[in-house]
C-alpha cells in the first residue's frame, strides 16, 4: 500500500464525510441547491447515509482492501449521479462540486490498481 493510495483515500473519506454531515445536519449551503435541482427531500437523508457510508468504507478498506474498492467505486458512481443531477437541472455552474467530491475516490480506486 503506497503512500499516495493512503493519503488520497483519507482525502476521499475526508470529503465524503463532509458532504455527508452537511447534508445530514441540514446546511443551508446543501440543501437548498438540492431543491433547486428538484431532488425530493425524502431522498437527503439516504443520500447522506450513503455518503457517510461510502466515507467509512474507504476508510475501513485500509485494512480490508475490498471493502475500499466497493465503497470507492460507489462514491464515484455517488457523485457522477450528482454530476447528472446537476447538468440535467441546467446549473452547469455547479457541476465542478460534485467532480470535486469524487475525485479522490476515483483517484483512490484507480491507486488501488
Known amino acids: 500500500m503506497s503512500t499516495a493510495y493512503v493519503v488520497v483515500t483519507v482525502l476521499g473519506a475526508v470529503l465524503a464525510g463532509f458532504s455527508a454531515a452537511s447534508l445530514l445536519l441540514g446546511a443551508e449551503w446543501t440543501v437548498k441547491p438540492l431543491a433547486d435541482y428538484g431532488v425530493p427531500r425524502a431522498w437527503w437523508t439516504w443520500l447522506g447515509v450513503a455518503k457517510a ?12 482492501p475490498v471493502i475500499g474498492v466497493l465503497a470507492a467505486a460507489g462514491l464515484v458512481l455517488y457523485f457522477l449521479g450528482a454530476a447528472a443531477t446537476v447538468a440535467r437541472a441546467r446549473w452547469f455552474s455547479h457541476l465542478p462540486f460534485p467532480l470535486i467530491y469524487g475525485a479522490p475516490a476515483a483517484a483512490s480506486l484507480m491507486l488501488w490498481f
Open 53 to 64: 457510508a461510502g466515507a467509512a468504507g474507504l476508510l475501513a478498506g485500509l485494512l480490508v
